[in-house]
């Protein structure tokens, strides 16, 4: 008892180790939650001791989230942050939930929470799902597996993977896993039905967006350019926004790399971004350049080809690829300022990270120069990711290649190829609901 | 030492890392309180569950890497011996072991065509 006491007191002033599942709205205030003292965002329930679950999760998603309560070790406490939502069917199944509303308050309730937990004034929670074996053992066959021989029969009651053709010329197990909706390094929501052959992906079928029934609002970062589709909007603000969306998506992907401090010293910068720091973006730009982060572990790797991009609005994918496609050379406010859109030819994932870095650089240099100018055009935005029409959203049209581009690679090639597209399931659902329904002025 | 002699502390020894990881794995549940249950023991991809097990044969394909390091790191035995009567032999053992080196480096030369060291 002793024992335990001194350990839980020592575990009470580390870090709170925090799973974050993002909901509709959440995922930009979740990564921000990368800067909070005294969190840790861990990439496994299994790390964890606090699941945090952020904003909207609309109810075909109630069934994983459980599972991913579930799935963290005792001692475990859950804090819903729910800013103007519903909180989700968890909530009921708990004894004792934390429900915080406000932005301010949830960095000190998680710390609580994790701080009741390890001194035990919190009893951890128990399981929701029943604690029964999706599949029991059955103990059948020589060697257990319920079956008889080495690969026959149903290991746990589960069938064997099925044999299929392997790049090798080899006829070898291809595992059927489906990975999502809150796997950490996709966007969140999106559910990949994978066939894997070892560690490569053979076949991949996206599931329908969680999120499509969902009217709810946007993420911040997104709300100037849904604005300006039905108003002119101050170019500066569009252009900074923009910048900010590359730095917060350049965070995502140095993380997704492995490179998780300077990730979040890019996350610092996204958040405090204005038009006086291009330089710091330049000296940025150019330290990747130079250390070849990019070139060795993306050079070449997901190279979409220019036909398979043309006519999605795929912003700046697209233009990686070659193609000059652009909303804002069709807006006269930018023909002012004399703007051209950035191409590169490559179209790998080396070159989609080089091109959102330029584009940073360029927009704040929009920005500087734009003064008041507004834009003129409305119904029709080129966004971060690309152009925004009300009912559509370069999310929605991507997701059609997305099978295409990552069946072939190797998992961590596919999730850097995953990575790089910027996919966001929560903006296509909020740019099909119109703007009247969101409660956007 | 003398007490137990030399029999006596390899006894005590091998006792104490009997009962070591017994004591560790005793104190470790005693202070547990809670077991694992079923849904905790399952894989995590996000929150679906598995639908196949993981029993899986795939290719290894780092096999072939790992035969060339073999068969190369094997060729370093020969090293041994002729590192002991090198001084005595002198230039002439040098010469002969660059002939050797010379006919090992060809070999490592053929498997990089052949494309042995890549993974893919």
């Known amino acids: 008892v002793v024992l335990s006491s001194v350990i839980g007191r020592l575990a009470a002033g580390a870090d709170a180790r925090v799973f974050a599942v993002a909901g509709s709205g959440a995922s930009e205030a979740v990564r921000d939650l990368r800067l909070a003292d005294g ?17 909207g999760i609309p109810p075909a998603l109630a069934e994983p989230l459980a599972r991913v ?38 960095v000190p309730a998680v710390r609580r929470a994790h701080r009741e937990l390890m001194t035990g004034e919190r009893v951890s929670e128990p399981p929701v799902l029943p604690d029964e074996d999706a599949v029991p053992w059955r103990g059948v066959g020589p060697y257990g597996q319920g079956g008889s021989g080495m690969t026959g029969g149903t290991p746990y009651g589960r069938p064997m993977a099925e044999l299929g053709a392997d790049r090798d010329g080899l006829r070898l197990d291809v595992l059927p896993l489906s990975v999502g909706p809150f796997f950490p390094r996709f966007p969140s929501g999106l559910v990949l ?55 917060r998506w350049l965070a995502d992907a140095l993380l997704a790399h492995q490179l998780g401090s300077l990730g979040v010293r890019v996350l610092r910068l996204a958040t405090t971004l204005t038009p006086d720091d291009a330089e710091a973006v330049e000296r940025l730009a150019r330290t990747l350049t130079f250390t070849q982060v990019l070139r060795w572990s993306t050079g070449g790797v997901g190279r979409l080809s220019p036909d398979l991009l043309a006519g999605l609005g795929a912003g700046p994918v697209a233009r990686a690829s070659g193609l000059a496609e652009d909303a804002r050379m ?14 590169l030819v490559e179209g790998d994932t080396a070159t989609r990270w080089r091109l959102r870095l330029a584009e940073a650089i360029q927009s704040l240099d929009l920005a500087r120069r734009a003064g008041d100018l507004r834009t003129e055009q409305v119904g029709r935005v080129e966004g971060p990711r690309g152009t925004l029409e009300p009912g559509s959203s370069p999310t929605e049209r991507l997701m059609a ?17 995953l990575t790089s597209l910027d996919l966001s399931l929560d903006e296509a659902a909020a740019a099909r609901v119109p703007a009247a329904a969101r409660g956007v002025a | 030492m003398s007490l137990l ?35 905790e023991r399952v894989p995590f991809s996000g929150g679906l569950p598995p639908t196949v097990h993981a029993w899986s044969r795939y290719h290894a394909r780092y096999y072939v890497m790992a035969l060339v390091f073999l068969a190369f790191d094997m060729e370093m035995v020969f090293m041994y011996p002729w590192a002991v009567v090198f001084v005595e032999e002198g230039p002439i053992a040098f010469v002969e072991m660059g002939m050797f080196i010379t006919v090992l480096l060809l070999g490592v030369l053929y498997t990089w065509r052949e494309r042995s060291f890549e993974w893919s």
């Open chain 1, 330 to 343: 069709d807006d006269a406010s930018y023909g002012a300022l004399g703007f051209e859109p950035i191409a």
């Open chain 1, 39 to 55: 969190l840790r965002l861990v990439d496994t329930p299994r790390a964890a001791d606090v699941l945090l679950v952020a904003g």
């Open chain 2, 5 to 39: 002699g030399p029999v006596g502390v390899a006894l005590t020894v091998f006792v104490a890392a009997l009962i070591a990881p017994l004591f560790l794995r005793g104190l470790s549940d005693a202070l547990n309180r809670a077991s694992v249950t079923a849904p």
């Open chain 1, 193 to 247: 039905d994978l066939k894997m052959a070892g560690d490569v992906v053979v076949e991949a079928v996206a599931r329908d967006n969680p999120f499509a029934e969902e009217a709810r609002r946007p993420t911040p970062g997104l709300q100037p350019f849904l604005r300006a589709l039905s108003q002119p909007v101050a170019i500066a603000e569009l252009e900074v926004a923009r910048a900010r969306h590359h730095l």
């Open chain 1, 69 to 106: 309560h579930d799935a963290l070790a005792h001692p475990r406490a859950t804090v819903f942050w729910m800013p103007g939502v519903p909180p989700p069917d968890l909530v009921a199944a708990l004894s004792a939930p934390t429900i915080v509303t406000d932005d301010d308050g949830i």
């Open chain 1, 401 to 417: 290649i997305v099978p295409r581009s990552i069946e072939g690679l190797e998992w961590g090639d596919a999730v850097a190829v």
